[in-house]
């Protein structure tokens, strides 16, 4: 099946810096991912859409200017996020879909602790 | 926001086969049922899906009722390695490909 990676798996860091984390589709070309959100003993809670070349689709409540995604190329999209505080520890998950109405893949998530 | 209602927990013994519910009374024609589940700290991982047919793969059959509101997702084997939340989405087709996670059913397979 389809693989999705993402980097790094786990990171801490100090309140007020940015964290960036990169989701890779490794045998398919994306035209398509999908960030999430997902807070212990929680569901997913989807935070914003992109696709190759444009500006990402953001939820409701979800800051864009705190969540910057970037998804320059068909097998990569980046999700920043920016004066981390630890209210946005989390573990972040990314997903990926070829093509329109394809299943989506999901990656292995990236722990997120800030101190 | 989701479209589907499951129970929160259920329990199956290993090698005894699992019956997951989701009901999605609200299903639009053209919206298909996915499931998947999350192992603890993992990604989700994609089971199956579909659209009116019951469909069958590897990991477990999609049983879906002819008026289309609810679904069961059966393993037919389980095993300790299956103890995962499972999820039942429907897929939004008005605004593509979003897919929205409801509350899953927390499955333990028991030894």
């Known amino acids: 099946g389809a693989v999705v990676s993402q980097h790094p798996s786990r990171v801490i860091c100090k309140s007020g810096t940015s964290v960036k984390i990169e989701c890779r589709s490794l045998?398919?070309?994306?035209?398509?991912m999908f960030w999430y959100r997902q807070f212990p003993k929680q569901s997913l809670m989807l935070m914003a859409t992109?696709?190759?070349?444009?500006?990402?689709?953001?939820e409701q409540g979800v800051e864009k200017d705190k969540f910057l995604i970037n998804h320059a190329s068909l097998t990569l999209s980046t999700l920043t996020v920016t004066s981390a505080h630890p209210e946005d520890s989390s573990f972040y998950i990314c997903?990926?879909?070829?093509?329109?109405?394809?299943?989506?893949?999901f990656g292995p998530g990236t722990r997120l602790t800030v101190l | 926001d989701a479209k589907t209602t499951q129970p929160p927990s259920m329990d199956c013994a290993e090698g005894r086969a699992a019956n997951l519910p989701c009901n999605h009374s609200?299903?639009?024609?053209?919206?298909?049922v996915y499931w998947y589940r999350q192992i603890h700290s993992q990604g989700p991982q994609y089971i199956i899906h579909?659209?009116?047919n019951n469909e069958t793969n590897e990991m477990a059959s999609l049983i879906i009722t002819e008026d289309r509101k609810s679904s069961t997702l059966i393993l037919p084997h389980a095993t300790l390695r299956d103890t995962a939340v499972y999820y039942c989405?429907?897929?939004?087709?008005?605004?593509?490909?979003?897919?929205?996670f409801g509350t899953g059913t927390s499955l333990t397979v028991i030894p």
């Open positions: 609200t299903i639009s024609g053209n919206e298909y």
């Open positions: 045998d398919f070309q994306a035209t398509t």
């Open positions: 992109s696709n190759e070349g444009s500006k990402a689709t953001y």
């Open positions: 579909g659209l009116k």
């Open positions: 989405i429907v897929r939004v087709a008005l605004t593509g490909n979003q897919f929205y």
């Open positions: 997903s990926a879909q070829e093509g329109f109405g394809n299943e989506q893949f």
